[in-house]
């Protein structure tokens, strides 16, 4: 038995704790139940993510061994060394269910045929449209990034969870019942004891009177 | 933040053609593995776009980063869901959803 004080203030403490720690379970597995439930759109999203993006690189790849067969590799290499500005994004957080999982936003890479840097005069529009196609690749990119990652916080999350909830239910509320049992049974003896003990002056008492 | 992409030639120049400068070209597992590891390091990447053909001859723990890091995140170009978070799926809530 752990050594814990039999005390009616150790006692009160322990139903604080006992009433805290349930509480918390309850909470804890609401949360996990939801996270759960969330999990299922999550899976739905990262796999469409991911179809799209496979099909659309597919296409992209195939549009970019056109032009290279129609332009040639060194057409091609020069116009992506020329290419003006670079793709970015920023990287922010959004809140599902207490779980802080990234958002790609602010995309910036779609330029107008002007804008690319290469001459429009010197180059084919097979180009361009290998352009495009790579730029749908890149937005899918963003996509199946932001549900791939978000799908690995919430599991981390719902592992954790799943720990907590297990712990509190097979480990702390129970030692902290029967501690209170013990407890319990340590001051019914102790008032047991202190009953035999005033009877016993009691009867004491009432011989010598008498 | 910015994209980086890694892997042969043909790859890579698809995204030059969008501008992304943080582009490796490599020749083979071991040198991929290196600028790999260099770009995790830097911090103006947020994603990395790498080739299947050389995810699969990471290293054990290399693989586990790609996997798992969030920070720069990993996306495989033309792979599908790695076995890892699958795996994780499966053990968390107990049945294969991204089979189903």
């Given at each position: 038995?752990?050594?814990?004080?039999?005390?009616r203030?150790e006692?009160?403490?322990?139903q604080?704790?006992?009433?805290?720690?349930?509480?918390?379970?309850?909470?804890?597995?609401?949360?996990?139940?939801?996270?759960?439930?969330?999990?299922f759109?999550?899976v739905?999203?990262?796999?469409?993510a991911?179809?799209?993006l496979?099909?659309?690189y597919?296409v992209?790849?195939r549009?970019?061994g056109?032009?290279?067969?129609?332009e040639?590799?060194?057409?091609?290499?020069?116009?992506?060394?020329i290419?003006?500005?670079?793709?970015?994004f920023?990287?922010?957080?959004?809140?599902i269910m207490?779980?802080?999982?990234?958002?790609?936003?602010?995309?910036?890479?779609?330029?107008?045929?002007?804008?690319?840097?290469?001459?429009?005069?010197s180059?084919?529009?097979?180009?361009?449209?290998?352009?495009?196609?790579?730029?749908?690749?890149?937005?899918?990119?963003?996509?199946?990034?932001?549900?791939?990652?978000?799908?690995k916080?919430?599991?981390?999350?719902?592992?954790?969870?799943?720990?907590?909830?297990n712990a509190?239910e097979?480990?702390?509320i129970?030692?902290?019942?029967?501690?209170?049992?013990?407890?319990?049974?340590?001051?019914?003896?102790?008032?047991?004891?202190?009953?035999?003990?005033?009877?016993?002056?009691?009867?004491?008492k009432s011989?010598?009177?008498? | 933040?910015?994209?980086?992409?890694?892997?042969?030639?043909?790859?890579?120049?698809?995204?030059?053609?969008?501008?992304?400068k943080?582009?490796?070209?490599?020749?083979?597992?071991?040198?991929f593995?290196d600028?790999?590891?260099?770009?995790?390091k830097d911090?103006?990447?947020?994603?990395?776009?790498?080739?299947?053909?050389?995810?699969?001859?990471l290293?054990?723990?290399?693989?586990?980063k790609?996997?798992?890091?969030?920070?720069p995140?990993?996306?495989v170009?033309?792979?599908?869901l790695?076995?890892?978070?699958?795996?994780?799926?499966k053990?968390?809530?107990?049945?294969d959803?991204?089979?189903n």
């Open positions: 038995m752990p050594q814990i004080k039999p005390t203030s006692l009160i403490k322990l604080r704790k006992i009433k805290l720690s349930k509480t918390g379970y309850n909470i804890l597995k609401k949360k996990r139940d939801g996270l759960v439930m969330n999990l759109g999550m739905k999203d990262a796999k469409e991911q179809e799209t496979e099909e659309s597919e992209a790849n549009y970019l056109m032009t290279i067969a129609f040639g590799e060194i057409n091609v290499a020069s116009c992506a060394l290419k003006k500005g670079t793709p970015q920023q990287l922010e957080s959004k809140n207490g779980v802080q999982v990234p958002k790609i936003s602010e995309l910036s890479f779609k330029k107008g045929i002007n804008d690319r840097g290469y001459s429009i005069l180059t084919s529009s097979k180009i361009d449209e290998t352009v495009e196609e790579y730029e749908k690749v890149l937005e899918y990119v963003a996509k199946a990034v932001e549900a791939e990652s978000t799908l916080k919430v599991l981390n999350e719902i592992e954790v969870t799943k720990r907590r909830v509190l097979s480990k702390i129970p030692k902290l019942e029967s501690q209170k049992k013990f407890i319990d049974f340590r001051l019914e003896e102790l008032e047991r004891e202190n009953k035999f003990r005033l009877k016993m002056i009691k009867d004491k011989k010598k009177s008498s | 933040m910015e994209f980086g992409v890694i892997g042969d030639e043909q790859f890579v120049m698809g995204f030059k053609l969008l501008g992304i943080k582009s490796k070209q490599i020749a083979n597992n071991q040198e593995e600028y790999l590891i260099d770009m995790f911090k103006d990447v947020g994603i990395i776009i790498i080739q299947p053909e050389y995810y699969k001859n290293s054990s723990k290399t693989k586990l790609v996997d798992t890091s969030l920070k995140t990993v996306i170009l033309g792979e599908k790695s076995d890892i978070l699958r795996d994780k799926i053990h968390v809530i107990g049945v959803l991204w089979g």
